[in-house]
């Protein structure tokens, strides 16, 4: 079974600071996933990792992958207010089907 | 495309009723998937399809809870009868395996009330 754990699960920061979500997930996957949540909205796709070693950007948010430590990040530089939301990371594997295996989301309130 | 469209968005029924959520995967999507949100549990997997045959159901909670997609376009899931703790957003999303496959994309949910 795949298991994906987030920490921290919930993050108050300041605007103008910088921090890092982490997501660790236990068995071999074929990729990992971040979606962005807004309260009682949908879930949007932010990134999709695909390798070891990817790396990719979006204005204020980096996403990374380490296949071998089965460790990802995402990582806030300079946070404004628009950043809060909820931040899930998911794999998925092809033995599953390519269903998503999410994380419990960590909850991220940025204020002035 | 205008996405995966849910209907409803909200339903508010009473215990022991019998509640039909309905999902439209974007089109040509192949695999389409069913999760339930709650605080507790956060994002369960309930069921998926891959051209419209269910393959893994193991996450249905209880056999009052079953889905159908008779076809391409069209997805149901249902409750019968339902209860309090049933309570959640229901999500319904699609994805397209080409030789690799895109991210699931998300319908908006439906967010049931069992009164």
């Known amino acids: 079974e795949l298991k994906v754990e987030q920490n921290p699960l919930f993050l108050s920061m300041q605007e103008g600071k910088n921090y890092t979500i982490y997501c660790n997930y236990s068995?071999?996957?074929?990729?990992l996933y971040w979606y962005r949540q807004d309260p009682g909205k949908s879930l949007e796709s932010l990134f999709v990792?695909?390798?070891?070693?990817a790396v990719k950007q979006e204005g204020r948010l980096m996403a990374s992958l380490d296949t071998k430590a089965r460790l990802s990040t995402l990582h806030i530089t300079a946070a404004v207010h628009d950043l809060s939301a909820t931040y899930f990371c998911?794999?998925?594997?092809?033995?599953?089907?390519?269903?998503?295996?999410f994380g419990k989301g960590t909850s991220l309130l940025v204020t002035p | 495309d205008a996405g995966v469209i849910q209907s409803p968005r909200h339903e508010v029924t009473e215990m022991g009723q019998e509640v039909t959520l309905r999902c439209k995967p974007i089109?040509?999507?192949?695999?389409l998937f069913w999760y339930r949100q709650t605080m507790m549990r956060g994002l369960e997997l309930l069921i998926y399809?891959?051209?419209?045959?269910?393959?893994?159901d193991s996450g249905m909670p209880e056999d009052r809870f079953s889905a159908k997609m008779p076809n391409a376009s069209f997805s149901t899931l249902k409750i019968q009868p339902s209860e309090p703790r049933d309570s959640a957003v229901y999500f319904c999303?699609?994805?397209?395996?080409?030789?690799?496959?895109?991210?699931?994309?998300f319908g908006q949910g439906t967010r049931l009330t069992v009164v």
């Open positions: 999303a699609s994805s397209f395996f080409g030789g690799r496959i895109t991210e699931a994309f």
């Open positions: 068995t071999t996957s074929d990729r």
């Open positions: 990792l695909l390798s070891n070693g």
């Open positions: 998911a794999v998925d594997n092809r033995n599953s089907g390519y269903a998503l295996n």
């Open positions: 089109s040509g999507h192949d695999y």
């Open positions: 399809f891959n051209n419209n045959v269910p393959i893994d």
